[in-house]
């Protein structure tokens, strides 16, 4: 691991993963430095020129702005927020594809470029295109957990060094960056649901009793959310061991301020998947602010630590059998024979999915996209019929 981030040094899973590596041989001064490595990976921290400059209001000005930042990308051509300030120049004098352009510069210069990725997903939301707002939306959600995680990973490996008052700190940044989690995910399934009432206008698709919502010219922010909360409760109902749903649903429920219930809606999901790694952060939040301290904090370890006796050899021989191509099916059934499930358990093809997102064998931010898209367009299907068939063809097929 070490050799893969001399290789890959701006790699921020690759980072998180070694710090992950060094708590887990117990060399918490290590993982310290590991993870404040990893938080130092920021697109803003440059030394090439300076552009803390103030932007302009009036036309003229911003004209002129525009034409000296272009210049300066000219010169400095891979400093992504170069792009993202142009980005938002093009987008005072209204000219929607050269800040589509920037902002999508950006992020090809730099993947896990938070603010970029947000910005990217607001213009595509002022100019109509919602669905392409959600995706953008989404993707921001996946990356907000990354910062996440490294500063839970920073906080369990001072704690373990026996710095308990910087361990405390650590993990407040961490909490303060989990209501961006909650309110993208929750715009990104609003967003979802508009597209889908765009599509499937009333008296089509989506006229049943049960979508009476969609039935209005434009519904607001809150009943988009309490119809995404319906359908996932709905839907749960339905497939009551699937332990993304609940996730999901946890991430709902503290939006519409449901906090009680967004603690047994994580704690469920981690009942189901217990190597489910970001329910068992949001967990350990969702404690920490109901002020069960202790409890928190062995939370965020487990979060880093998921019994590696167990389970990373499952999910190492999962990566290997799903790599081969077509192979999908044979895995299952090999880890269905291995006692890897009990007999009988609906969610687990649902929890291999959430196994193959572990070790980076399918893309995070696409699986959630695939799970939102589903229960937008039809929430009374069967939901794990249709994760099968997206997962087998996973290696592109």
Not at 13 to 34: E, I, S, Y
Not at 46 to 70: C, F, K, N, R, W
């Amino acid at each position: 691991m070490s050799k893969l981030v001399e290789l890959e040094p701006g790699d921020l899973d690759v980072l998180l993963t070694l710090g992950n590596l060094h708590l887990q041989a117990r060399r918490p001064t290590a993982a310290v430095d590991q993870y404040q490595r990893a938080l130092l990976i920021e697109p803003d921290n440059y030394s090439e020129a300076d552009t803390d400059q103030e932007v302009p209001q009036h036309a003229g000005a911003l004209e002129e702005a525009i034409e000296d930042l272009e210049a300066l990308i000219q010169k400095y051509p891979g400093i992504a927020p170069y792009h993202v300030q142009l980005g938002d120049l093009y987008v005072k004098v209204g000219d929607d594809e050269r800040a589509l352009e920037q902002y999508t510069t950006a992020l090809a210069t730099q993947p896990h470029f938070l603010e970029a990725t947000v910005k990217l997903g607001t213009q595509h939301m002022r100019q109509g295109r919602l669905a392409d707002a959600a995706l953008s939306f989404n993707r921001a959600v996946e990356l907000n957990d990354q910062l996440i995680s490294a500063f839970v990973g920073l906080g369990v490996a001072q704690h373990d060094c026996g710095h308990e008052q910087e361990s405390l700190a650590t993990f407040d940044l961490a909490a303060s960056l989990e209501p961006s989690t909650t309110l993208l995910f929750c715009e990104s399934m609003r967003l979802h649901l508009r597209a889908e009432q765009e599509r499937y206008p009333a008296g089509d698709e989506l006229s049943d009793a049960d979508d009476e919502d969609f039935e209005q010219e434009e519904p607001g922010y809150d009943e988009l959310i309490a119809e995404a909360v319906r359908r996932h409760e709905a839907a749960l109902n339905n497939t009551p061991n699937h332990a993304d749903l609940h996730y999901r649903y946890g991430l709902l429920l503290r939006q519409v301020g449901r906090h009680a219930d967004a603690i047994n809606a994580f704690r469920q999901a981690v009942t189901l998947n217990p190597t489910y790694a970001k329910a068992l952060v949001k967990l350990a939040i969702c404690l920490k602010e109901a002020g069960t301290l202790d409890e928190a904090i062995e939370t965020f370890q487990q979060a880093l630590r998921l019994e590696p006796g167990r389970m990373v050899d499952v999910h190492y021989e999962l990566g290997l059998l799903f790599a081969q191509r077509n192979q999908f099916d044979l895995a299952a059934e090999q880890f269905e024979q291995a006692g890897v499930t009990s007999d009988g358990d609906p969610a687990f093809r649902e929890n291999l999915a959430l196994a193959l997102q572990n070790v980076g064998m399918v893309d995070r931010a696409a699986a959630t996209w695939q799970a939102m898209s589903e229960l937008a367009r039809d929430p009374r299907r069967d939901l794990l019929t249709r994760r099968e068939h997206i997962l087998r063809n996973a290696n592109g097929e």
